[in-house]
């Protein structure tokens, strides 16, 4: 009778054990909602994830953004991403050097005609400080670029998420004549953006 009654409370103790742990699997809490996520809806998540960054991948890699984000000092130009032809710097704020400054030619518009220089009012590259370069990058290099404060001008996933409204982003889809625009309009970029972010911004596996 009492070797019975110690089998029975070790399968009490065993099952209890069992459910523990998966309850502790099951109701693990999201990052910002606080909410229960299940290991299925993670794993869901992570591949939504992944999916929607390939495509924001796309669009970074475009001339239209790469060409702003180089690994030098020199911006690059036209739909081969080469060195710009006036060879213009960095410069710390990103708006040329010395006399050689984007505002030069680079006017609040378009410049009528084509292949004429496109036009904004803040045209920059990004600071020699936070350099944000996207040329040579893999898409889990620029994933984790990304989403780095120290790398990404100390932007939140709010202010990431606002940024696919920033002016010079706007700019890439209005280039003027004879530019290829990314391979995605920007309504498109913009949904695959925040679907990257707001399903745990996950990294695309290193190759």
């Known amino acids: 009778m009492a070797k019975k009654l110690k089998l029975i409370i070790y399968a009490v103790m065993i099952a209890a054990l069992g459910f523990s742990l998966y309850t502790g699997t099951e109701n693990s809490y999201a990052r910002d909602t606080g909410r229960p996520i299940s290991k299925r809806k993670l794993a869901d998540d992570s591949v939504r994830s992944v999916r929607a960054f390939n495509k924001v991948y796309a669009v970074l890699m475009s001339p239209r953004c790469v060409n702003c984000h180089p690994a030098g000092d020199v911006p690059l130009q036209s739909d081969d991403s080469?060195?710009?032809t006036m060879l213009p710097k960095r410069g710390a704020d990103g708006k040329g050097l010395f006399a050689m400054k984007c505002?030069?030619?680079?006017?609040?518009?378009n410049t009528p005609g084509p292949h004429t220089p496109p036009?904004?009012?803040n045209w920059h590259l990004p600071p020699a400080d936070m350099k944000m370069v996207f040329q040579g990058k893999t898409a889990h290099e620029l994933a984790k670029q990304l989403l780095d404060p120290q790398q990404n001008g100390h932007k939140?996933?709010?202010q990431l998420i606002e940024h696919?409204?920033?002016d010079l982003v706007l700019a890439g889809w209005n280039m003027g004549e004879g530019r290829t625009k990314?391979?995605?309009s920007h309504a498109?970029?913009?949904?695959?953006w925040i679907e990257w972010l707001e399903t745990g911004a996950y990294a695309p596996p290193a190759n």
């Not at 505002?103 to 609040?108: F, L, R, T, V, W």
């Not at 498109?188 to 695959?192: D, P």
């Open 188 to 192: 498109e970029f913009k949904k695959a």
């Open 182 to 184: 990314p391979p995605l």
């Open 82 to 84: 080469h060195l710009h």
């Open 156 to 158: 939140n996933k709010q």
């Open 164 to 166: 696919a409204d920033d």
């Open 119 to 121: 036009g904004n009012p």
């Open 103 to 109: 505002a030069n030619c680079h006017q609040p518009e």
